[in-house]
């Protein structure tokens, strides 16, 4: 009778001792699965530009008559910027805010090279002809 009764209960054991292996081997899989598709998360979703520092801007806009391409750059503060002017025609170029005055001739480029320290818009005009020429953006940063 006692016998009977400790096999029947090892049995048991056995049956609740096997469902407890299936148990946590279905949590372990849940749980790396999970892991998984977090990691992929991770990897899909991350921001591809991390935080970098100032960096060169380089720029080769071309003046032709009063227009000049491209016209319009947008850098971030801190930044390096190194406009080179090209033009078929004598300009004097102004870059305002940061009052950098150049003059540009054809076969005679003009640099203008500075660090981005001051955020907002900023025209750049011809002095020649009074025309706006573009603008410098500068994006806080
Ligand atoms: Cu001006």
Redesign the pocket.
Known sequence: MCHARDDLGSWDEKRSLRWLNLAVARTVILVLGVALVLAALFVLLRPNTPATGPQTREFDPRISGNNMEPSDFTVTEGDRVVLRITADSPHEV???GYDI?REVAPGEPAELSFEADLTGRF?I?D?ET?EELGTLVVEPR
């Open positions: 102004h870059l305002h005055e025209t005009e002095h009074e």
